[in-house]
Nanobody, 115 residues
Framework: VQLQASGGGLVQAGGSLRLSCVASGNIFSPNTMGWYRQAPGKQRDLVAS????????NYGASVKGRFTISRDNTKNTVYLQMDNLEPEDTAVYYC?????????WGQGTQVTVSS
């Protein structure tokens, strides 16, 4: 399974960014796709995830109400709409896919929020 993420960049506080991640290769359903992030010197934490069949979403506490995860199963793509960004959101964001009891990770995309 390959995960190709895009959409990171530099934005001012209060701004918005949209991340995308396309899955390819030996992809199966059901699965869960999501985003994690890791800031320098910190652990990798869940940002948001979404299940393929039920559409059930799960968000990290710090992003609830600001970020929205969605997916297009016909395109094997997951999106993360990030609004009202804060400097604390600065991190490398990693796309994740869980299927058949295995985790797969994308290469990471940098998101930097300036104050």
């Amino acid at each position: 399974v390959q995960l190709q993420a895009s959409g990171g960049g530099l934005v001012q506080a209060g701004g918005s960014l949209r991340l995308s991640c396309v899955a390819s290769g030996n992809i199966f359903s059901p699965n869960t796709m999501g985003w994690y992030r890791q800031a320098p010197g910190k652990q990798r934490d869940l940002v948001a995830s979404i299940a393929s069949v039920s559409g059930t979403t799960n968000y990290g506490a710090s992003v609830k109400g600001r970020f929205t995860i969605s997916r297009d199963n016909t395109k094997n793509t997951v999106y993360l709409q990030m609004d009202n960004l804060e400097p604390e959101d600065t991190a490398v964001y990693y796309c994740n896919r869980w299927q058949r009891h295995r985790d797969y990770w994308g290469q990471g995309t940098q998101v930097t929020v300036s104050s």
